[in-house]
């Protein structure tokens, strides 16, 4: 087996089959969920800037900056998941998500708007960086190709299917203002926000992940010598 496991039952590479995939489907569904929180505000860009009296191009543009805040903080979150380990990153980076859906629900603004999105931004880097180092850490080589194409299979249905949610609300809408279109966009984010949330404090109540990286490492070394 690669890499050998250790001894220690705590040891992810010797948990139960079922605990394994039970990690994953809830890994898997988090990162759909994540992946739909930054598309779906998209379909409402006309409505939008039409309420903040500027351009789409302006507005399209501006709210790209949340894509260059992703890109910055996964380099901060891959180094504090080192640190600290991958549970508290995973969970503030939840947390994140959760309080800009609730910022970008009440905002009044194109400026609140987007410092709302690009704090949400930073909740998004940990489920771009962690999550297939989390699969490394809880199988074998030659179990992780399946797990990371059903994992990559979420993302591009969280993609694509957030817009899909969001356009459907915006399209039912047709008879409401501008305000109840942003509400209803938000809203529905921050109801996913809320599932993926509670779907993420059950696995880690239920399932041992304190197990950290640098434990198992140390441990697998040791059987080596």
């Not at 409505?47 to 996964?74: D, K, P, R, T, V």
């Not at 640190?83 to 609140?112: C, E, H, Q, T």
């Not at 809320?194 to 239920?206: D, Q, R, S, T």
Request: hydrophobic share 45%; aromatic share 12%.
């Amino acid at each position: 087996m690669v890499p050998q496991p250790s001894e220690s039952p705590r040891d992810p590479l010797n948990w139960p089959r079922w605990k394994k995939e039970l990690l994953l489907v809830v890994i898997s569904i988090d990162t759909a969920i994540v992946g739909a929180w930054g598309p779906m505000i998209s379909p409402g860009f006309v409505e939008m800037a039409a309420q903040f009296h500027m351009s789409y191009n302006s507005l399209n543009g501006g709210l790209g900056w949340a894509i260059f805040a992703i890109g910055i903080s996964c380099f901060i979150t891959n180094g504090l998941s080192v640190k600290f380990g991958r549970r508290p990153i995973l969970i503030g980076g939840n947390l994140f998500l959760f309080i800009s859906s609730v910022w970008a629900y009440f905002a009044k603004d194109y400026k609140s708007l987007l410092a709302s999105r690009i704090f949400g931004a930073i909740g998004m880097s940990p489920f771009e960086v962690l999550v297939t180092a989390v699969i490394g850490d809880i199988y074998f080589v030659h179990e992780r190709g399946l797990r990371l194409a059903v994992w990559g299979l979420c993302l591009t249905v969280g993609v694509g299917g957030g817009s899909c949610i969001s356009g459907y609300i915006i399209q039912v809408c047709n008879s409401c203002n501008v305000d109840r279109h942003v509400l209803n966009i938000t809203g529905s984010r921050l109801e996913l926000d809320l599932w993926h949330l509670c779907l993420l404090v059950w696995a880690i109540h239920h399932l041992d992940l304190s197990f950290r990286t640098g434990d198992a490492l140390q441990a697998r070394s040791g059987l080596q010598h």
